[in-house]
């Protein structure tokens, strides 16, 4: 096999792992595992972001009242992470692998200490030959801090861990001219930066079991490919897909996101995922909003702020809006609120955020 990768994250989503009823597809699972053990062995490194937990869940107990959906979530998280883990742990014995349960909230991100521990954790899985399976835990996530589902996770993942590529396994062959359901709609084989949205359909409907949709694969697909990283979305009920797709040799439908050619740093990476713990956001005037989203690499020089909402300190994560309220970027501040307006009279101005620490929309 002329493999096109040697570092790979694959992401599997729910409706690839269950049935109908929400019990685990154990055949499914089988099938998965057998592909990556065929890829293991020819020494290609593999983070598995799974799915399944929750659905899991709900084949195990029905709760004996009504509970909130947070309870509910909890619940069946926490059944279910067990006999997902044991199937994913029974199918790669057999095949004489390791794998290794990684749980992980949204708040894990939240400094850039925290990340860089869990990209030791990962790496020190990956050089000791075991396969990591990474899961949101749901058990303690708290709702506003969750992830928006599996996909946003396995493309901090995949950035994180400098992975070759992303290939993302949903239960569509990947990204259509219009209604997948629709005779006439046919598959868009590679998406590039300058392909608008509008030129394609994406549908905004959740799966059964999952939190996410194909729009939420876009967004990310998209982010993660400005990183420099190929992103794949495939359907993970066609026969032998992932080894389909990793071998050079082979041609099968699915959806390509086309990586931008530029190194981004390991900083940008972390802070392009970390929008959730912003401490304030800045409105910025007409004149830095288009030099932020031209081709030009420059900072956010204090004077380009007309109004700020909320106090932020020195290291902190900031938004950028324009005055029409759309949203730039984020970026690490330099110094805090307290020293902005004084900054602004300085007749040389130290930036409030460096480019070195500014990821904005555009992926530059």
Known sequence: MDLRYRRITVKVGSNVLTKPDGMLNTARIAHLVDQLAVLHREGVEIILVSSGAVASGKSVLMPSKKYDSVSSRQLWA?????????????????????????????????????????????????ENRVIPIVNENDTISITELMFTDNDELSGLMATMANSEALIILSNVDGVYTGDPADPESTIVTEIRSDLDDEEIHVSGQMSGFGRGGMM?????????????????????????????????????????????????????????????????????????????????????????????????????????????????????????????????????????????????ENGK
């Open 216 to 360: 939420t694969k876009l967004r990310i697909a998209r982010k993660v490919a400005s990183s420099g990283i190929p992103v794949h979305v495939a359907n993970g009920g066609r026969e032998n897909i992932l080894l389909d797709i990793m071998d050079r040799g082979k041609t099968v439908p699915h959806t390509l996101f086309v990586p931008e050619q530029r190194p981004v740093s390991g900083v940008k990476n972390w802070i392009a995922y970390s929008g959730s713990f912003a401490k304030a956001v800045l409105v910025v005037n007409e004149g830095a909003a288009r030099a932020l989203q031209s081709d030009k690499a420059v900072s956010l020089l204090p004077v380009g702020v007309v109004k700020t909402y909320g106090e932020f300190k020195t290291g902190d994560l900031l938004k950028i809006t324009d005055e029409n309220n759309h949203y730039i970027g984020i970026g690490k501040a330099q110094f805090g609120s307290d020293k902005l307006e004084r900054e602004k009279l300085a007749d040389r101005q130290k930036p409030l955020i460096h480019y070195d620490y500014l990821y904005l």
């Open 78 to 126: 926490a059944l279910g992470q067990v006999k997902l883990i044991n199937r994913y742990s029974d199918f790669f014995r057999e095949h004489s692998m390791i794998c290794a349960q990684v749980l992980t909230t949204k708040e894990n991100f939240s400094s850039r200490a925290h990340y860089l521990n869990m990209k030791n954790c990962i790496g020190t899985l990956l």
